[in-house]
Nanobody, 124 residues
Framework: QVQLVDSGGGLVQPGGSLRLSCAGSGRTFSSAFVGWFRQAPGKGREFVAA????????FYTNSVKGRFTISRDNAKNTVYLQMDSLEPEDTAVYYC?????????????????WGRGTQVTVSS
């Protein structure tokens, strides 16, 4: 089991940037496949981005491609989500999650461990 703490959310104007962090504890975090999900008010939790343990493969949902970048620093046990050109539609609670298989990375039910979430609000 891995404990995850997600942070970095806040209020930003359209076109602005934020960087979210997901700090993991436990010896296996550096070998975990890590994803970011988000949940807007009244909607289900949706996949945003994911990264393999060695950073060789990264995946994004279409609506964030070219604007968001996922990365990780295994020495710091941290995964990041750099969000640029933010839009009001990006407003949501963002969650990081971990599992140990790359298969079906968009399926939230296959992730074992979750952070508590961090609020991102994009508004003028």
């Amino acid at each position: 089991q891995v404990q995850l703490v997600d942070s970095g959310g806040g209020l930003v104007q359209p076109g602005g940037s934020l960087r979210l962090s997901c700090a993991g504890s436990g010896r296996t975090f550096s070998s975990a496949f890590v994803g970011w999900f988000r949940q807007a008010p009244g909607k289900g939790r949706e996949f945003v981005a994911a990264i393999t343990w060695d950073s060789r493969n990264r995946f994004y949902t279409n609506s964030v491609k070219g604007r968001f970048t996922i990365s990780r620093d295994n020495a710091k046990n941290t995964v990041y989500l750099q969000m640029d050109s933010l839009e009001p539609e990006d407003t949501a609670v963002y969650y990081c999650a971990a599992k140990y298989s790359m298969t079906a990375y968009e399926r939230r039910d296959l992730y074992n461990d979750w952070g508590r979430g961090t609020q991102v609000t994009v508004s003028s």
